[in-house]
């Protein structure tokens, strides 16, 4: 038996009992262990991986393509533009714009979509891809191409949605100026900051409305908010997913004006199509009451891209843009005002003087006519109210031109008004030079019939229509040269103070009884047919060598205790009882209908 078993001399165990095959198998079970561990940690990932890639790749895809992430500037409503009364002049509305983001795309897949977006809002390829060359084909902002689009083109632009990636309309609020043209060059226009403006002004968004001119510029700080933010979520058509964060605008803060709307609207009717300026001021305050200039233009149209056609009109001869409230004319007649002023305070004359008038009178070796056979022996009462032209001649010569610069300055003509309380583009005022400023301005002597020409507001005297109303608000209210202003926060405060004027009682009393007469018995007869209470004016007629003479008037009402100063230029409008007169009569029927004046439809 000890033959069929045996042992092997060489098996040795360790002193825990394993021999060295069993040490072998324990090791090799750590490996295997070891390996595998390994292997699920790397090959799990894998398998995710192929999962996310194979599986589910075409939606996570979709996904990743069609949502993005963008920041969205949101526009402040602008504070509305009001009358004295409340009512509106600019306000705001809905409307839609087309804005492009430049980073969806490659410049060549942007030069596809121009050419199809092109014809649609209306803009040739070339300029919507300017647009986005200027933005950079890597910003992450939107670049705006149009504004204010219409209803076909909404529609046509949704229904190429599909193809216009990263192309969108968003809504947007619009400046309206509901009543169009009315008083487009006091309320202005608005429209995008420029760089400069980006520049002075860094918390503006790109896109930033801003006011480019009138109370739309004077009042910007008030009127134009904070604007406010959006972080969105969108997918590939523009279509918004959700928000992400929201910071609301602020809206901008109304203003008021001192204007009366009806007053405006009536003023701009009756001047019509005619060449001109009509402006009202309250007499006590110098709040303007109505400033209309024709020809006009919308403020409207700069809310959008403005077209050649209305480009080349504004640019146009007849110059819509030119307020002629606010430009100097000649200006006849009316300037016998400051005249009559000028000789009574030099001392030369009392308020109760006499002069012979005539037909004409000759001075240096010159004839200066009469506008009828002469008037005998009046004084200045009757010589404004015939408007007398010897009259004026005589005493305009004893007084001397630096008497009547002197006193026109006074009554607000010449530089005396400060026109930036207006925010007028372009405001300016007139003229009445001297000697010494002829040869300054001119180069040019100083003669005799300059001083002659200059007592009946021709030659080198210029006034503004709004200078009229101050000069002529000075005889109404007791010598008082008040301070013309838009808005109704300045009324009565510092900044507009009327200022005492040195007239004399006597003087401004004699004056004043003169254009009561013009009205019951002199050139502006017409004005007193009961429809208005009794007012006072003074007509012109102004020659414009080789053109139509000009129509003027100025006046106030009502005569016993005024409260609207007014003055008009038609030009070319002939006669002023004929053309400027019956302008001022409708806005003070609109005035004094307001404030409950029943007519008499008797003079006076």
């Known amino acids: 038996m000890a033959g069929d078993f045996s042992f092997n001399s060489k098996v040795r165990f360790d002193k825990n009992g394993f021999d060295n095959a069993g040490r072998q198998r324990s090791r090799s079970f750590q490996v295997m262990v070891f390996m595998l561990v390994v292997t699920t940690l790397v090959t799990l990932p894998v398998f995710r991986l192929a999962e996310l890639q194979l599986v589910q790749g075409a939606y996570n895809r979709q996904r990743a393509e069609n949502n993005r992430i963008r920041p969205v500037s949101v526009a402040a409503n602008r504070g509305q533009i009001l009358d004295r009364n409340g009512k509106i002049f600019a306000a705001n509305r809905v409307s839609r714009s087309v804005y492009l983001w430049p980073k969806e795309r ?185 400033m209309a ?113 002197k006193w026109a300055k006074e009554m607000g003509i010449g530089g005396t008004i400060n026109l930036d309380l207006l925010g007028l583009d372009a405001a300016n005022h007139g003229q009445v030079p001297i000697p010494a400023e002829k040869q300054k301005m001119y180069g040019e002597d100083w003669y005799v019939g300059d001083t002659v020409t200059m007592s009946i507001g021709q030659g080198l005297v210029l006034c503004t229509p709004l200078e009229l109303a101050v000069m002529v608000s000075t005889i109404a209210n007791g010598g008082y040269r008040v301070q013309p202003h838009l808005l109704a926060s300045q009324t009565n405060t510092p900044i507009t103070k009327k200022i005492k004027t040195a007239i004399k009682p006597a003087t401004l009393n004699v004056v004043k009884q003169g254009l009561i007469d013009v009205v019951k018995k002199g050139t502006a007869r017409a004005m007193n047919d009961g429809t208005i209470p009794l007012s006072a004016g003074k007509t012109g007629t102004v020659e414009m060598p080789g053109y139509p003479d000009n129509s003027m008037y100025v006046g106030f009402a009502p005569a016993d205790k005024p409260e609207v100063a007014i003055a008009v230029i038609v030009e070319g409008g002939g006669f002023g009882s004929v053309s400027a007169a019956p302008i001022a009569q409708e806005v003070f029927r609109t005035y004094f209908k307001k404030q409950g004046f029943k007519p008499t439809n008797k003079p006076f």
């Open 293 to 405: 200039s024709w020809p006009t233009f919308d403020p409207n149209i700069f809310t959008r891209k403005v077209t050649q056609k209305e480009w080349d009109r504004l640019q146009g001869p007849e110059k819509p843009f030119l307020n002629r409230a606010v430009q100097g004319y000649p200006v006849g007649s009316t300037f016998k005002i400051v005249t009559s002023v000028a000789a009574i305070e030099s001392g030369k004359f009392s308020a109760d003087s006499t002069v012979s008038t005539s037909s004409s009178i000759t001075i240096g070796g010159i004839t200066f006519n009469e506008h009828s056979g002469g008037y005998g022996v009046i004084g200045f009462r009757d010589a404004l109210a015939y408007s007398s032209n010897t009259f004026f001649y005589q005493i305009g010569m004893a007084a001397g031109p630096e008497q009547m610069a």
């Open 106 to 290: 490659s410049v060549k897949e942007w030069q596809e979509v121009a050419a199809t977006l092109g014809p649609i809002v209306k803009l040739p390829a070339t300029e919507i891809l300017k647009k986005i060359d200027e933005a950079g084909y890597k910003s992450a902002l939107p670049v705006r191409i149009s504004k204010n689009i219409d209803v076909g083109t909404f529609v046509a632009l949704g229904e190429q949605a599909n193809t216009l990636q990263g192309v969108e309309i968003r809504a947007e609020s619009s400046r309206d100026n509901p009543n169009e043209q009315l008083a487009a060059h006091l309320l202005g226009y608005v429209g995008e900051a420029t760089l400069d403006e980006l520049k002075a002004n860094p918390t503006y968004p790109m896109g930033m409305i801003v006011g480019q001119m009138g109370v739309e510029k004077l009042a910007n700080k008030t009127l134009e908010g904070v604007w406010g933010s959006r972080l969105i979520e969108v997918n590939a058509k523009g279509e918004e997913i959700q928000d992400l964060g929201v910071k609301d605008p602020v809206p901008g803060k109304p203003v008021q004006l001192t204007l009366d709307l009806d007053m405006q609207k009536t003023a701009e009717k009756a001047l019509g199509d005619r060449l001109g300026a009509v402006v009202a001021i309250d007499v006590k305050t110098g709040a303007i009451l109505t």
